[in-house]
């Protein structure tokens, strides 16, 4: 009897172990993701204005050059070409389900793309992550009642917009395929707006920026 007993103590300080474990495992998970949603970095307004050397690694990079191109998968199985928009500007939001600031923004887009959508204008959502599955990535763009596409990446578009040091990081690209604006981490409203209406302003005329 008093063998039992010892065994059954042990059994349940295991089992305590175990779980707590598992616990503190859990609880650091979900810490880190949620530093992950807050994560918020702008890119400084004007590259001119001294900074440290951080800041000039953030510095826009595409700005002035040619959006470069791309034939991604959209959620509802069909293929698109960042071509089938040429001669319309085009904002590219590159987000991701697990970032915070990406759905803040993205009612606002689909707001902006209505307004002006008389002006040709048009938003591509291209999901950072990918490997959190389609389903996910639907109920997200669903939940924040988006309606443009979404498109799934293949990790090599990434890399040919520079990099992604932050999320959401969106490009500007106007009627000629000239990436006009580049922006990282959440601004307001009314500067996603403004870089909207200059990209529509933007390339009436063929512009010898990027190659």
């Known amino acids: 009897m008093r063998r039992a007993l010892v065994l059954g103590v042990m059994i349940l300080?295991?089992?305590?172990?175990?779980?707590?474990?598992?616990?503190?495992?859990?609880?650091r998970k979900l810490a880190m993701q949620k530093a992950r949603e807050n994560q918020v970095v702008l890119i400084p307004e004007k590259q001119g204005q001294?900074?440290?050397?951080?800041?000039?690694?953030?510095?826009?990079?595409m700005r002035g050059k040619?959006?470069?191109?791309?034939?991604?998968?959209?959620?509802?199985?069909?293929?698109?070409?960042?071509a089938d928009y040429k001669?319309?500007?085009?904002?590219?939001?590159?987000w991701?389900?697990?970032?915070?600031?990406?759905?803040?923004?993205?009612?606002?887009f689909e707001e902006l793309r209505k307004q002006y959508a008389a002006q040709g204008f048009e938003i591509l959502g291209?999901?950072?992550?990918?490997d959190a599955g389609k389903d996910a990535i639907a109920k997200v763009a669903q939940r924040t009642g988006v309606t443009y596409p979404i498109l799934?990446?293949?990790?090599k578009v990434q890399t040919a917009y520079g990099g992604l040091d932050v999320l959401p990081m969106s490009f500007y690209v106007d009627r000629n395929g000239v990436i006009v604006e580049q922006t990282a981490g959440l601004g307001s409203k009314d500067q996603i707006e403004a870089n909207i209406r200059k990209t529509i302003a933007s390339g009436g005329v063929a512009?010898?920026?990027g190659q």
């Not at 300080?13 to 609880?27: K, S, T």
């Not at 040619?66 to 960042?82: D, H």
């Not at 001669?87 to 590159?94: A, D, I, Q």
């Open 13 to 27: 300080g295991v089992a305590l172990l175990l779980w707590a474990g598992w616990h503190n495992l859990r609880e």
């Open 50 to 61: 001294a900074g440290s050397e951080g800041e000039d690694e953030l510095a826009p990079k």
């Open 66 to 82: 040619k959006a470069p191109a791309f034939v991604l998968t959209s959620l509802e199985g069909k293929k698109v070409s960042l």
């Open 87 to 94: 001669g319309r500007p085009v904002l590219v939001n590159f």
């Open 96 to 108: 991701a389900t697990w970032c915070g600031p990406c759905k803040v923004e993205m009612p606002w």
């Open 126 to 130: 291209l999901a950072d992550d990918a």
């Open 152 to 155: 799934l990446t293949d990790g």
């Open 207 to 209: 512009q010898a920026g």
